[in-house]
């Protein structure tokens, strides 16, 4: 329960319709797309329109040492934005400004835009992000910085944090601050991360809104890829497969989105959705990878399609030619994943991480070892996420009927959180499992904690995240 | 400084490692910068390792004594003077070189400079693709610290955009790694946002005022081996402008992008057009002086032709000089400091970014005053990431002239508050930005607090931020 007066001084700022303490309402906010998580009901949500309303209901929740959670689309899967007991939500679905910068080649957003909305605005002006996460039709852009994620383009462009040029945050004690080339306010939008060094934009991106709440983001935008090319690989071996994935990056081949299926893996896939996308009967081989190059013109999309076929076969592979598969996960980006993990029915746990492209088969390795000493259903595919980042995302099936069968779930993902650290794997950002898993970074949590400490003295912003520091 | 915190260092380096002679602490009391008041340290010391690097800040820490971080010292707005009576830490004798060639990365001692690491890198056929004006003498960690950017900036950005990792000692002593080598079972560096929040960003253009850099891991890319160096002419800087964005829009891979009014030119070749063997030409109002760089020779060609189309497009003409791109960018590792010091004159500079939309705002700004400070001193720059310009006024002034270098100095503050005005941005919060920053309050509150809290003693290279510090 939130005091009555603290409610009454929160409707003054954002209008009693735009606050609510009824039981349906925190109900709707007690959980997320996260599943296997356990709900948690709010005292309050409060759904500001603009920065200035967020900086009143901060200082409000200061002055009242009301913990704080910061909620857009709501799609995260990690328990990012599961709030604390009677905890006030901040919901910024209302911040929806979309500021088009062209001749910065640049993007502003309120924190309340998802990828969908954005799409269908920049295309009207032939640019992209061309960065999209699996849950782009709901998820905001200010989210997915504040989670530090990745998606289809990552192939390319990197994880999100690398397009991002800077951020509007309100901080815990209601100040408010732009970061990049915008902290000048004469500036004529955002063209320059890296001015007024130090570098603090980077401080937000996966903080999971443990330093102040982001209620904008200014990013890179990139004149349309017209061009494509989309094709399969296959190779008998692990290392043929990563080899490959290595050189498509240093040949300067435009992979967009570069997937690397096992065998089993590929072949679950396509008895879900094979037939529905209208994907041919084959044999996979052991590995896959199912590869969508993009260019803006098409000689040169015609000279990286060239190219890749023969580093293929240079590393032992051989090319498929099977086209529909990338296909569809492209032009499919903003909902191809969400579609192929719930149309199955079954619930799942995720376990997202990135490894190195040649340490991918360890990840593989490590979660089915997990599912034969649990003895339950999972897979794992991933992508090429950056410079030479490899995104795997486990899913760790389970039956929300049966609490047993859930419990074994959430005790075999603690487990392959540490099984996958030992193998030189890395978590997008510290959520809460992930703290138990890693061992011999006590410096770093330590500095971790100090700047948390610095920044949110009184421990009100999203107190469950960045492992309870 | 005390014979008791000279033994301690002692202790730590050795003898050979620590010095408070008179005539080594003057090597150490000035760098490139010029016009800058130079000030005496109260000793250098040179450690080897991190570890070594750990003991000394905690000796400064436990006495107080103010350090200023130092490697190549080829930084030119004064971030290497120490504080009178400080300690000099040099860097110069960390110099591992370790190649992840699966990962595409590399990572260098903080005494490994940009000529030593390209030499070592170019056997492998692999290249750091950012060189600074003064590649010879900067190190990578200096560069990181300073935010810069170079040649090879206006394809692969700032040097911050490289970073995946770096290797800090705190002032407390304690060593942090970030990025994904955070993991200690990582098998080398591959990616910076990991285990988020960035805590990478903080050290970049920090200039060492939250801690010493020890190792920094960048991305490294296959060199590339096909170029193709042109000019263009137009007749309004707006045309020049644009032609440059829709050269980025098309994914024109551009290693180095400069633009020249007239005049800079003129004067630009004056000093090196010979050397180059450009030929003379009537240059026309602006000239856009371009590179593109590939690893495969195809591509070369579509972006070759595809640039000549875009400027006869925005209204230009090719002008087909290919010797002074190329002497531009053959010469990329001294070049820029070689035209700043082949004239003879002293100068300060103001680097700056600005949007390539407003690259003619600063050339507008820029003369006036010139004028109204009787100063000479001109500007060039160069593309310099997704769609920002990189700028390096300099103002001269003759050193033997306490009149003519005071005029230098305040035509350089006044520039400043111009700038700041235009929209353009500093890399770093040095002191003379601190001056021209306005309605930034709460901007600066919060880095003050971070550094309050991370450096409590103030000891690290004190004065260079002066805006985040305390009251002295």
Same mark, same amino acid.
């Given at each position: 329960?939130?005091?009555?007066?603290?409610?009454?001084?929160?409707?003054?700022?954002?209008?009693?319709?735009?606050?609510?303490?009824?039981?349906?309402?925190?109900? %709707?906010?007690?959980?997320?797309?996260?599943?296997?998580?356990?709900?948690?009901?709010?005292? %309050?949500?409060?759904?500001?329109?603009?920065?200035?309303?967020?900086?009143?209901?901060?200082?409000? %929740?200061?002055?009242?040492?009301? #913990?704080?959670?910061?909620?857009?689309? $709501?799609?995260?899967?990690?328990?990012?934005?599961?709030?604390?007991?009677?905890?006030?939500? +901040?919901?910024?679905?209302?911040?929806?400004?979309?500021?088009?910068?062209?001749?910065?080649?640049?993007?502003?957003?309120?924190?309340?835009?998802? /990828?969908? +909305?954005?799409?269908?605005?920049?295309?009207?002006?032939?640019?992209?992000?061309?960065?999209? #996460?699996?849950?782009?039709? +709901?998820?905001?852009?200010?989210?997915?910085?504040?989670?530090?994620?990745?998606?289809?383009?990552?192939?390319?462009?990197?994880?999100?944090?690398?397009?991002?040029?800077?951020?509007?945050?309100?901080?815990?004690?209601?100040?408010?601050?732009?970061?990049?080339?915008?902290?000048?306010?004469?500036?004529? $939008?955002?063209?320059?991360?890296?001015?007024?060094?130090?570098?603090?934009?980077?401080?937000?991106?996966?903080?999971?809104? $443990?330093?102040?709440?982001?209620?904008?983001?200014?990013?890179?935008?990139?004149?349309?890829?017209?061009? !494509? *090319? /989309?094709?399969?690989?296959?190779?008998?071996?692990?290392?043929?497969?990563?080899?490959?994935? +290595?050189?498509?990056?240093?040949?300067?081949?435009?992979?967009?989105?570069?997937?690397?299926?096992?065998?089993?893996?590929?072949?679950?896939?396509?008895?879900?959705?094979?037939?529905?996308?209208?994907? #041919?009967?084959?044999?996979?081989?052991?590995?896959?990878?199912?590869?969508?190059?993009?260019?803006?013109?098409?000689?040169?999309?015609?000279?990286? %399609?060239?190219?890749?076929?023969?580093?293929?076969? =240079?590393?032992?592979?051989?090319?498929?030619?099977?086209?529909?598969?990338?296909?569809?996960?492209?032009?499919?980006?903003?909902?191809?994943?969400?579609?192929?993990?719930?149309?199955?029915?079954?619930?799942?746990?995720?376990?997202?991480?990135?490894?190195?492209?040649?340490?991918?088969?360890?990840?593989?390795?490590?979660?089915?070892?997990?599912?034969?000493?649990?003895?339950?259903?999972?897979?794992?595919?991933?992508?090429?996420?950056?410079?030479?980042?490899?995104?795997? !995302?486990?899913?760790? /099936?389970? *039956?929300?009927?049966?609490?047993?069968?859930?419990?074994?779930?959430?005790?075999?993902?603690?487990?392959?959180?540490?099984?996958?650290?030992?193998?030189?794997?890395?978590?997008? =950002?510290?959520?809460? /499992?992930?703290?138990?898993?890693?061992?011999?970074?006590?410096?770093?949590?330590?500095?971790?904690?100090?700047?948390?400490?610095?920044? *949110?003295?009184?421990?009100?912003?999203?107190?469950?995240?960045?492992?309870?520091? | 400084?005390?014979?008791?915190?000279?033994?301690?260092?002692?202790?730590?380096?050795?003898?050979?490692?620590?010095?408070?002679?008179?005539?080594?602490?003057?090597?150490?009391?000035?760098?490139?910068?010029?016009?800058?008041?130079?000030?005496?340290?109260?000793?250098?010391?040179?450690?080897?390792?991190?570890?070594?690097?750990?003991?000394?800040?905690?000796?400064?820490?436990?006495?107080?004594?103010?350090?200023?971080?130092?490697?190549?010292?080829?930084?030119?707005?004064?971030? @290497?003077?120490?504080?009178?009576?400080?300690?000099?830490?040099?860097?110069?004798?960390?110099?591992?070189?370790?190649?992840?060639?699966?990962?595409?990365?590399?990572? @260098?001692?903080?005494?490994?400079?940009?000529?030593?690491?390209?030499?070592?890198?170019?056997?492998?056929?692999?290249?750091?693709?950012?060189?600074?004006?003064?590649?010879?003498?900067?190190?990578?960690?200096?560069?990181?610290?300073?935010?810069?950017?170079?040649?090879?900036?206006?394809?692969?950005?700032?040097?911050?955009?490289?970073?995946?990792?770096?290797?800090?000692?705190?002032?407390?002593?304690?060593?942090?790694?970030?990025?994904?080598?955070?993991?200690?079972?990582?098998?080398?560096?591959?990616?910076?946002?990991?285990?988020?929040?960035?805590?990478?960003?903080?050290?970049?253009?920090?200039?060492?005022?939250?801690?010493?850099?020890?190792?920094?891991?960048?991305?490294?890319?296959?060199?590339?081996?096909?170029?193709?160096?042109?000019?263009?002419?137009?007749?309004?800087?707006?045309?020049?402008?644009?032609?440059?964005?829709?050269?980025?829009?098309?994914?024109?891979?551009?290693?180095?992008?400069?633009?020249?009014?007239?005049?800079?030119?003129?004067?630009?070749?004056?000093?090196?057009?010979?050397?180059?063997?450009?030929?003379?030409?009537?240059?026309?109002?602006?000239?856009?002086?371009?590179?593109?760089?590939?690893?495969?020779?195809?591509?070369?060609?579509?972006?070759?032709?595809?640039?000549?189309?875009?400027?006869?497009?925005?209204?230009?003409?090719?002008?087909?000089?290919?010797?002074?791109?190329?002497?531009?960018?053959?010469?990329?590792?001294?070049?820029?400091?070689?035209?700043?010091?082949?004239?003879?004159?002293?100068?300060?500079?103001?680097?700056?970014?600005?949007?390539?939309?407003?690259?003619?705002?600063?050339?507008?700004?820029?003369?006036?005053?010139?004028?109204?400070?009787?100063?000479?001193?001109?500007?060039?720059?160069?593309?310099?990431?997704?769609?920002?310009?990189?700028?390096?006024?300099?103002?001269?002034?003759?050193?033997?002239?306490?009149?003519?270098?005071?005029?230098?100095?305040?035509?350089?503050?006044?520039?400043?508050?111009?700038?700041?005005?235009?929209?353009?941005?500093?890399?770093?919060?040095?002191?003379?930005?601190?001056?021209?920053?306005?309605?930034?309050?709460?901007?600066?509150?919060?880095?003050?607090?971070?550094?309050?809290?991370?450096?409590?003693?103030?000891?690290?290279?004190?004065?260079?931020?002066?805006?985040?510090?305390?009251?002295?």
């Amino acid at each position: 329960m939130v005091d009555k007066k603290v409610i009454t001084e929160l409707s003054e700022i954002v209008g009693e319709e735009y606050i609510s303490t009824k039981q349906d309402v925190l109900l %709707a906010y007690s959980s997320s797309a996260s599943m296997a998580s356990d709900p948690i009901i709010p005292g %309050a949500v409060v759904r500001p329109t603009n920065a200035e309303q967020v900086s009143r209901i901060i200082q409000v %929740a200061a002055k009242y040492d009301i #913990p704080v959670t910061p909620r857009s689309g $709501g799609s995260s899967l990690q328990e990012e934005v599961i709030p604390k007991l009677d905890g006030l939500v +901040v919901e910024l679905m209302r911040l929806d400004e979309i500021e088009l910068h062209k001749e910065l080649r640049s993007v502003t957003v309120g924190a309340g835009v998802t /990828y969908g +909305v954005l799409e269908k605005f920049l295309k009207e002006h032939d640019v992209f992000l061309p960065v999209y #996460p699996e849950s782009a039709l +709901v998820c905001t852009v200010a989210g997915n910085v504040a989670v530090n994620g990745a998606g289809p383009g990552s192939s390319k462009f990197g994880c999100t944090g690398e397009l991002v040029l800077g951020v509007e945050v309100v901080l815990p004690d209601g100040q408010i601050i732009t970061t990049g080339s915008e902290a000048n306010p004469y500036a004529p $939008g955002p063209y320059q991360r890296y001015a007024f060094g130090p570098d603090i934009t980077g401080l937000f991106i996966g903080s999971l809104g $443990g330093f102040g709440i982001i209620t904008k983001v200014s990013m890179k935008v990139f004149k349309r890829h017209m061009f !494509y *090319d /989309y094709n399969t690989f296959g190779f008998e071996t692990h290392e043929q497969a990563e080899r490959f994935m +290595v050189d498509i990056k240093q040949n300067d081949i435009n992979g967009v989105f570069t997937s690397l299926y096992e065998g089993p893996v590929l072949e679950l896939f396509m008895d879900m959705i094979g037939e529905e996308l209208g994907i #041919p009967k084959y044999e996979w081989p052991f590995r896959t990878v199912s590869m969508t190059i993009g260019r803006v013109r098409e000689d040169m999309m015609k000279s990286d %399609a060239e190219l890749a076929k023969k580093l293929c076969e =240079k590393n032992g592979g051989h090319v498929i030619g099977i086209s529909e598969l990338p296909y569809s996960e492209w032009t499919g980006r903003l909902w191809f994943f969400v579609r192929a993990c719930y149309i199955h029915g079954w619930h799942w746990r995720t376990l997202y991480h990135h490894q190195t492209p040649t340490n991918a088969h360890r990840s593989v390795e490590e979660i089915r070892d997990v599912m034969e000493k649990y003895g339950f259903l999972g897979h794992t595919a991933g992508f090429a996420s950056g410079h030479s980042s490899f995104n795997a !995302y486990p899913h760790l /099936y389970f *039956d929300p009927q049966d609490p047993e069968d859930e419990q074994k779930i959430r005790d075999a993902h603690k487990e392959l959180a540490k099984t996958l650290f030992k193998t030189g794997a890395v978590p997008f =950002k510290l959520a809460p /499992y992930w703290a138990d898993a890693i061992e011999g970074m006590d410096s770093y949590m330590a500095f971790l904690e100090l700047v948390k400490k610095t920044i *949110d003295s009184r421990g009100i912003m999203n107190p469950r995240v960045l492992g309870g520091l | 400084m005390e014979d008791e915190i000279v033994q301690k260092l002692v202790a730590i380096v050795g003898k050979e490692y620590v010095s408070i002679r008179q005539d080594i602490l003057l090597a150490y009391s000035t760098s490139a910068s010029m016009s800058y008041d130079t000030r005496l340290p109260g000793a250098v010391v040179r450690p080897q390792t991190t570890e070594q690097v750990s003991e000394v800040l905690k000796v400064a820490n436990q006495h107080k004594i103010p350090v200023t971080p130092r490697s190549g010292g080829s930084s030119l707005q004064g971030e @290497v003077i120490p504080k009178e009576g400080a300690l000099v830490i040099d860097l110069l004798r960390l110099t591992e070189i370790e190649v992840y060639p699966d990962l595409r990365s590399v990572t @260098v001692g903080a005494g490994i400079n940009f000529g030593k690491l390209d030499k070592y890198l170019n056997k492998q056929d692999l290249w750091l693709p950012v060189y600074p004006g003064s590649s010879l003498t900067a190190t990578i960690a200096g560069n990181v610290a300073v935010n810069g950017s170079g040649f090879g900036s206006s394809q692969f950005g700032c040097i911050g955009e490289l970073v995946l990792g770096l290797e800090i000692v705190l002032p407390n002593g304690e060593i942090v790694q970030t990025g994904s080598e955070a993991n200690p079972n990582a098998s080398g560096p591959f990616l910076r946002y990991a285990f988020g929040p960035d805590l990478t960003g903080l050290f970049i253009g920090s200039l060492g005022v939250f801690g010493i850099i020890t190792k920094v891991s960048l991305k490294i890319f296959k060199r590339m081996h096909h170029f193709d160096y042109n000019t263009y002419g137009f007749n309004t800087p707006q045309e020049a402008e644009k032609f440059v964005i829709q050269c980025k829009e098309n994914e024109i891979s551009s290693v180095w992008i400069a633009i020249y009014e007239g005049k800079i030119l003129d004067f630009f070749l004056e000093m090196v057009g010979e050397e180059y063997g450009v030929p003379k030409h009537e240059w026309p109002p602006i000239t856009v002086s371009m590179v593109i760089g590939r690893i495969r020779e195809d591509q070369l060609v579509s972006d070759r032709i595809e640039a000549q189309r875009i400027c006869v497009e925005e209204g230009g003409h090719v002008i087909g000089i290919s010797e002074l791109p190329k002497g531009e960018w053959d010469d990329r590792m001294r070049e820029l400091a070689r035209s700043s010091y082949v004239h003879g004159w002293h100068w300060r500079i103001l680097y700056h970014h600005v949007t390539l939309s407003q690259w003619h705002r600063t050339i507008e700004e820029m003369w006036p005053i010139f004028d109204e400070f009787g100063v000479l001193g001109h500007t060039a720059g160069f593309q310099s990431d997704h769609s920002s310009y990189n700028y390096y006024p300099q103002i001269f002034f003759d050193p033997q002239d306490k009149e003519d270098e005071s005029k230098a100095r305040a035509a350089h503050k006044e520039l400043v508050k111009r700038l700041f005005k235009t929209g353009a941005v500093p890399f770093k919060l040095a002191p003379y930005w601190i001056d021209g920053i306005t309605e930034m309050e709460p901007y600066l509150e919060f880095v003050k607090g971070l550094k309050d809290a991370i450096d409590p003693n103030g000891i690290m290279n004190p004065g260079i931020i002066p805006g985040i510090e305390g009251e002295d």
